[in-house]
């Protein structure tokens, strides 16, 4: 059986979602869905793998020693600053064998069904065991333009396909007709390939972050479970996403279709879609009192909410500060002083 290591990525400010997340406390660390945290919730459906590697910023350091709870020789690599996702994955993969498969997970992802999680994961590392660079192929429950598309090429093993085409995010007339066509997922940011594959793809298709990162590492000093890369060399890398330094551009690239309620929780509309409702559609967590509302989002640390009479609205209330916005305007929360300068 291949060896899937989880490499969890800690690295995200989630603005969206301010004020209940916050650079002192980003929403991987914050209980959003029941009980655990987003990042607890990460890790336990990741269990059934080897040790996880968690690469984070010193920031959040706290955050993830505090949560790792029973993670038997799980890894730390802190990153001295923020250098997007390439960067941070090609940091784990030059920390682990070749020949493992590196499972690589968002810390902020709701996933409502791990057990398929679990065995679409399987199925992306007998490819990536094949030498495949393998996306996860979020089956779309709508015509969605917040999120990047996959187009299923031709089948392979494991029931993977070729990716033809990694598609932009679309304007709404574009993703309905995806979905009118069949055969578009939505790239939610989960991969599985094996780390020799991806440093050899990386090393190929983006060498001004290969090439830093290999000094960084080499430079870089063990603090117990922790590793430092060395913060010159690692500040020489270019800050690109992996799907525009490597995914795109491979010939590599495969995808396997994954249907495991998913939400990458980005925003307070997303986090109402992915939360239990009453038979109003409204969801409330904290004190509040709801008459005649339909769709309603409630979030309070504290205060007693009242609403009345209102559809579609999202009242947030942590410590002194308090949001109202329409489902609508949801999406643009991280465009407000407080959250940029939280």
Avoid at 175 to 195: D, H, R, V
Avoid at 236 to 243: E, L, M, P, Y
Avoid at 312 to 318: F, L, S, Y
Wanted: proline fraction near 6%; charged fraction near 20%.
């Amino acid at each position: 059986m291949t060896q899937i290591v989880p490499v969890i990525l800690c690295g995200g400010s989630g603005t969206r979602l301010w004020p209940r997340s916050r650079a002192t406390q980003p929403k991987p660390f914050l209980p959003l869905i029941g009980e655990d945290t987003i990042f607890e919730a990460t890790l336990a459906r990741c269990a059934s793998f080897a040790a996880p590697v968690v690469v984070t910023r010193a920031a959040h350091l706290s955050h993830v020693e505090a949560q790792l709870g029973g993670a038997t020789g799980a890894c730390i690599i802190v990153e001295p600053q923020a250098r997007n996702t390439a960067a941070a994955i090609a940091l784990a993969a030059m920390r682990l064998p070749g020949d493992a498969v590196m499972l690589v997970c968002p810390s902020d992802h709701h996933i409502g069904d791990p057990k398929a999680f679990a065995e679409v994961a399987c199925k992306a590392a007998e490819l990536a065991s094949q030498g495949w660079l393998v996306s996860f192929g979020i089956e779309p429950t709508g015509p969605e333009t917040g999120y990047g598309y996959l187009k299923r090429g031709e089948p392979l093993d494991h029931g993977g396909f070729r990716t033809a085409q990694f598609v932009e995010k679309p304007d709404l007339e574009r993703a309905t007709a995806f979905l009118a066509e069949g055969g578009y997922a939505w790239n939610g940011g989960i991969f599985a390939f094996s780390a020799a594959t991806f440093l050899d793809e990386l090393t190929a298709q983006a060498p001004g972050i290969a090439g830093p990162l290999r000094e960084a590492v080499a430079k870089g000093r063990e603090d117990g479970a922790r590793f430092y890369p060395d913060a010159s060399a690692f500040a020489g890398a270019d800050s690109i996403s992996v799907d525009y330094a490597v995914m795109e551009k491979t010939a590599r690239a495969a995808l396997v279709p994954a249907r495991m309620v998913w939400s990458d929780i980005g925003s307070w509309e997303s986090l109402h879609a992915a939360r239990d409702k009453d038979d109003e559609g409204n969801a409330v967590n904290g004190r509040a009192e709801l008459v005649d509302c339909r769709g309603v989002l409630v979030e309070s640390d504290g205060p007693r909410v009242s609403v009345i009479g209102l559809e579609g609205v999202v009242v947030v209330v942590d410590g002194d500060e308090v949001l109202v916005t329409s489902m609508a305007g949801a999406q643009k929360v991280g465009k407000l002083g407080g959250a940029m300068n939280q």
